[in-house]
């Protein structure tokens, strides 16, 4: 069974930190893709950031500069560091892994900027 854990998720102040993880386990971690989305209160979940299979590293240009993608295959876990928060990122964030026949979500971890 797959299971894709997200935890880091918080309160923050405008200018504040964050960092986000997400464990996957029953995969094979390191043959997929990872990305976050994310989805703010009463809009469309959008993507914000990828590291491709074949090692690209895509970000929405909103967050560029600012949120920093990786990942640790060792203990299948993606990570997401938020710098420079603005109330606009408030939003539930999922992380997913993707292999092009598999895709899966994490359960989501709320991201509140405000002061």
């Known amino acids: 069974q797959v299971q894709l854990v997200e935890s880091g998720g918080g309160l923050v102040q405008p200018g504040g930190s964050l960092r986000l993880s997400c464990a996957a386990s029953g995969i094979i971690f390191d043959n997929y893709g990872v990305a976050w989305y994310r989805q703010a209160p009463g809009k469309q979940c959008e993507w914000v950031v990828s590291?491709?299979?074949?090692?690209?590293?895509l970000y929405i240009d909103s967050v560029k500069g600012r949120f920093t993608i990786s990942r640790d295959n060792a203990k299948s876990t993606v990570y997401l560091q938020m710098n420079s928060l603005k109330p606009e990122d408030t939003a539930v964030y999922y992380c997913?892994?993707?292999?092009?026949?598999?895709?899966?979500w994490g359960q989501g971890t709320q991201v509140t900027v405000s002061s």
């Open positions: 997913n892994v993707a292999d092009g026949r598999s895709t899966y």
């Open positions: 590291n491709t299979r074949d090692g690209r590293f």
